[in-house]
C-alpha cells in the first residue's frame, strides 16, 4: 500500500510503527454550526484511508476531535490567534451557552456522519474534557524554553524550532503573515509564534474558561490536537488526515510544539483532503453555497450519493460540485442498486480475480478511488456470472461504503410480510408491547424493519 506524504512530498510505501494497530488522528469539526460538503469530503477520506488499512489486513486505532473551545475567527484571516471565539460568538448569536451551542452541533454532525455511513473512530475527542493535558503540555514546552509570554497569553518561539514550516513547504524566514490579512501583533517575537494559552479579557466573562498556572483563559487551537492525539493514540502517530487548509498553519504549528515537547517525529504520514469547488468558484456562507446535508436531502438526494461523488475525484485534486454533477452522481449509484436487485446470489461463486486485482492496485495507489469505481463499472459490464459479480462488488464495497448489500434482490416470506403489517397497525394504535414482540418475531426470521413516519420497509437483516 502507497499512501503520499504531504511532509515527504512523495507517494511512500506504507510501513505502520506497530504492525498490528495503524494509529490515525484525524482533524474533526468546529462544532459552532453545521458541517458543510466541503468539510466532509476531507471526513470521507479519512473514512476511506481507514477502510483501505482494513482491506489490507491492519487493525486501526483511529481519533476524531471535536472542537468545542479556542478556534477563533482570525484563523480565516491567516492568523488563528486573534478575533474571537467561534463557539462564544454562536452563543450570543443564538442566546444559548457555548456549552448548549457544542451538544446542538455535534449531535447534528454525527447524524450526518452516520449518514455518510462513515466509520466511527473509537472516540471522539472534545478539546474541553482534555484541558489538563493542554496545561500539562504547555507545561512542559515552558519547561523546555520554547514559551513566552505577551499581553494576551502564552506564545511557541517558532524560531527555536529549525523544521518549522517544513510541512507546509514555506521557508521560517518567507512566513511572515504570508497570506494573513492582518496586522501582525507587535509583543510577538516571530510572526509565526502562535499562542499555546490565551488570557481571557479583564473587560468579559466568557462562557469558557479554566485557571491555568499563567491565569483564567482558555487553550489555542493548535496545542488541543497535539494534547488529544498523544494522550489517546501515543507521541508519534502513523497517519494523520486534514484538510489542505491546515497545511500552511494549523498542522506545521501541531508539529513543532509536539516534536519539541517529545523531542520525537509528530507524524509518520500526512494525508491532506483537497479543496471542494462549488459552480466551479469558492465555497462560503458569505457566498450562500456552503451546502449542507439537510440541503442536499431537501432537493432530494440521498447522502450516500454525494459519497459516491467525492469518489469521483482523487482526494487530493479540487473537484467541483453542481446539482447537475450530483445528479447525474446519484442517478448512476441507483442504475448500480437496481441492477444489483436482479442478480441471483450464489455465496459459492468466485471472486473475480483480474477485476479484484485491478482494484486492490487502484486502492493501494494512494487511494486511488475514481479507478476503483471504473473497475466496478467494468466488472459490471462483463460476462461473469452474476454470483461473482455480485460477491466481488461486496468485497469492493469494504471500501466504497455505499451499503451495497442493502441492495441484494431477495424474497421477502409472506409470512413476515404478514407480521410487519400487524406490527405496523400496533404501533398507529399505540400497543408499543406487541408491536415490540412482533419485531423481535420479524428479526429472528433474518429480516429488520425501518419506519418512516407514514410507512415501513422490510431489509433482510446483515
Request: aromatic share 12%; charged share 30%.
Amino acid at each position: 500500500m502507497k499512501l503520499y506524504n504531504s511532509l515527504s512530498k512523495e507517494t511512500e510505501d506504507f510501513k505502520p510503527i506497530n504492525p498490528d494497530i495503524v494509529t490515525i488522528y484525524t482533524c474533526g469539526p468546529t462544532v459552532y454550526m453545521y458541517q458543510h460538503i466541503g468539510n466532509f469530503r476531507t471526513f470521507v477520506a479519512s473514512d476511506l484511508v481507514q477502510r483501505v488499512l482494513k482491506y489490507n489486513g491492519y487493525k486501526v486505532k483511529s481519533i476524531m476531535n471535536i472542537t468545542d473551545v479556542g478556534h477563533l475567527t482570525g484563523d480565516n484571516l491567516g492568523d488563528a490567534d486573534t478575533g474571537s471565539d467561534r463557539l462564544e460568538i454562536a452563543a450570543d448569536r443564538e442566546g444559548k451557552s457555548a456549552r448548549d451551542i457544542a451538544d446542538f452541533y455535534t449531535e447534528y454532525f454525527l447524524k450526518d456522519f452516520d449518514k455518510l455511513n462513515l466509520t466511527k473512530p473509537e472516540r471522539f475527542t472534545k478539546a474541553t474534557a482534555y484541558i489538563k493535558d493542554m496545561v500539562a503540555l504547555i507545561q512542559k514546552l515552558e519547561q523546555k524554553g520554547f514559551t513566552y509570554r505577551i499581553s494576551d497569553g502564552i506564545y511557541f518561539d517558532t524560531s527555536k524550532f529549525a523544521q518549522y514550516g517544513k510541512l507546509s513547504g514555506v521557508k521560517l524566514e518567507d512566513l511572515g503573515g504570508a497570506g494573513a490579512r492582518l496586522e501582525p501583533n507587535p509583543e510577538k517575537r516571530n510572526p509565526t509564534d502562535f499562542a499555546l494559552w490565551k488570557l481571557s479579557p479583564s473587560d468579559k466573562v466568557r462562557w469558557q474558561e479554566w485557571e491555568s498556572p499563567w491565569g483564567k483563559g482558555f487553550p489555542g487551537w493548535h496545542i488541543e490536537c497535539s494534547a488529544m492525539s498523544m494522550i489517546e493514540l501515543g507521541e508519534t502517530l502513523d497517519v494523520h488526515v486534514g484538510g489542505e487548509d491546515h497545511k500552511m498553519i494549523h498542522h506545521p504549528n501541531e508539529i513543532a510544539q509536539s516534536e519539541c515537547a517529545t523531542g520525537k517525529k509528530f507524524v509518520n504520514y500526512w494525508v491532506h483532503g483537497a479543496f471542494l469547488k462549488v459552480d466551479g468558484g469558492r465555497m462560503g456562507k458569505s457566498v450562500g453555497n456552503a451546502y449542507i446535508i439537510s440541503d442536499l436531502e431537501a432537493k432530494g438526494f440521498e447522502p450516500l450519493a454525494l459519497r459516491f461523488f467525492y469518489m469521483h475525484a482523487h482526494y487530493r485534486t479540487k473537484l467541483n460540485f453542481t446539482w447537475e454533477a450530483l445528479q447525474n452522481t446519484q442517478n448512476s449509484l441507483r442504475r448500480l442498486f437496481a441492477l444489483i436487485e436482479t442478480y441471483k446470489e450464489d455465496p459459492d461463486a468466485p471472486l473475480a480475480i483480474e477485476h479484484m486485482r485491478q482494484f486492490e492496485d487502484a486502492i493501494n495507489n494512494d487511494i486511488n478511488m475514481p479507478t476503483a469505481v471504473a473497475v466496478m463499472w467494468d466488472l459490471i459490464k462483463s460476462d461473469l456470472s452474476e454470483g461473482t459479480k455480485l460477491n466481488t462488488l461486496l468485497k469492493f464495497d469494504e471500501v466504497f461504503g455505499l451499503k451495497i448489500a442493502d441492495h441484494i434482490g431477495y424474497e421477502i416470506p409472506k409470512s413476515v410480510e404478514n407480521l410487519a403489517r400487524t406490527r405496523w397497525e400496533y404501533k398507529k394504535q399505540g400497543i408499543w408491547d406487541k408491536a415490540d414482540m412482533i419485531r423481535r418475531q420479524i428479526e429472528k426470521a433474518g429480516f429488520v424493519v425501518d419506519d418512516s413516519s407514514s410507512d415501513f420497509k422490510i431489509r433482510r437483516a446483515k
